[in-house]
């Protein structure tokens, strides 16, 4: 069963911008942490950013700066919009979540691909 949906992905020219979004079944309770994950083929799948419960975010060197997550805690969703896109930020991406007993939930992925 699909407990996490990401969207927003889609092709953009380098320089551009994307917004995504990952919605939570509200059968996910007591979420502690959501994260955005990316995955390109032949490569581990790599922590983008974070947001706990609390608010507090934490990014990857490489998007430091560009992008920016947040959540909507009553909508249990989160975003991450992405700017300044880059070639190289090319890669499917995931949603993740845990919740406060550790249990972790991962959505289908969203292709975003950055090309002239």
């Known amino acids: 069963q699909v407990q996490l949906v990401e969207s927003g992905g889609g092709l953009v020219q380098p320089g551009g911008s994307l917004r995504l979004s990952c919605a939570a079944s509200r059968f996910i309770f007591n979420i502690n942490t959501m994260a955005w994950y990316r995955q390109t083929p032949g490569k581990q799948r790599e922590l983008v950013a974070s947001i706990t419960k609390a608010g507090y975010t934490d990014y990857d060197d490489s998007v430091e700066g560009r992008f920016t997550i947040s959540k909507d805690n009553a909508k249990n969703t989160v975003y991450l919009q992405m700017n300044s896109l880059k070639p190289e930020d090319t890669a499917v991406y995931y949603c993740?979540?845990?919740?406060?007993?550790?249990?972790?939930?991962w959505g289908q992925g969203t292709q975003v691909t950055v090309s002239s």
């Open positions: 993740y979540a845990k919740d406060i007993v550790q249990r972790g939930y």
